[in-house]
């Protein structure tokens, strides 16, 4: 969730004086026009935050939550506040940054493909018996992982030209194990200082204009 707070000073003629105070008497109009430019901007962040292939899983869904009125959005209007964000149970996480850590597990599946990512699926979803995906050693670089989850490929059979996994997904590496991963946060719901100047300037103006 995101929240600003507008310090308004009055200033002008009689006329400007009389506008400004009776658009102060009635906020929700600015308030909801706020939420809406925070959503947006907030959805913008995100994607040009994310590396590619981030981009590939997260901004689907992350950014159509960010969207007043969706199904995963948070949007409360009052007469003196607004409240927006997403409700996603890894907004915050994906906005804030950490370490993940397991929780009831002994690691974390971290899949590997996109169309994984974007599935949302886990191996005990492609592998309930525990009887494809082969467990291999990882021997590479990054201290957090120490194996991989593999679907091996398939023997090539009449006309066959690629290899196939034993499931829609593979062949090849589908999940990475890992003891924790470290994600560095995106910090998309943070209004600038443009943000800023927009809702206390453009925004603001057009507010009490339309009064």
Do not use: C
């Not at 018996?129 to 990882?138: A, H, K, M, N, W």
């Amino acid at each position: 969730m995101a929240g600003i707070e507008v310090t308004v000073e009055l200033t002008g003629d009689r006329g400007m004086l009389e506008r400004g105070s009776k658009a102060l008497r009635n906020l929700r109009p600015y308030l909801e026009k706020v939420a809406v430019y925070g959503m947006a901007a907030a959805q913008q962040r995100l994607l040009e935050r994310l590396s590619p292939h981030e981009d590939a899983v997260t901004s689907g869904h992350l950014v159509n939550s960010l969207t007043i009125g969706g199904p995963e959005s948070i949007y409360e209007l009052e007469d003196n506040q607004a409240v927006y964000g997403s409700n996603l149970p890894y907004a915050a996480q994906v906005n804030y940054g950490g370490t993940i850590w397991p929780d009831t597990a002994k690691a974390l599946a971290i899949p590997l493909t996109p169309r994984l990512k974007r599935d949302r699926l886990w191996p005990r979803d492609i592998d309930p018996g525990r009887e494809i995906l082969r467990f291999v050693p990882y021997t590479g670089a990054r201290p957090n992982i120490f194996g991989l989850l593999v679907d091996d490929p398939q023997p090539l059979t009449g006309r066959q030209r690629k290899a196939r996994g034993s499931t829609i997904y593979g062949p090849g590496p589908l999940f990475a194990l890992a003891h924790w991963v470290h994600q560095e946060g995106k910090h998309f719901m943070e209004l600038t200082e443009a943000d800023i100047k927009e809702i206390t300037g453009p925004l603001w103006k057009e507010h009490v204009a339309a009064t």
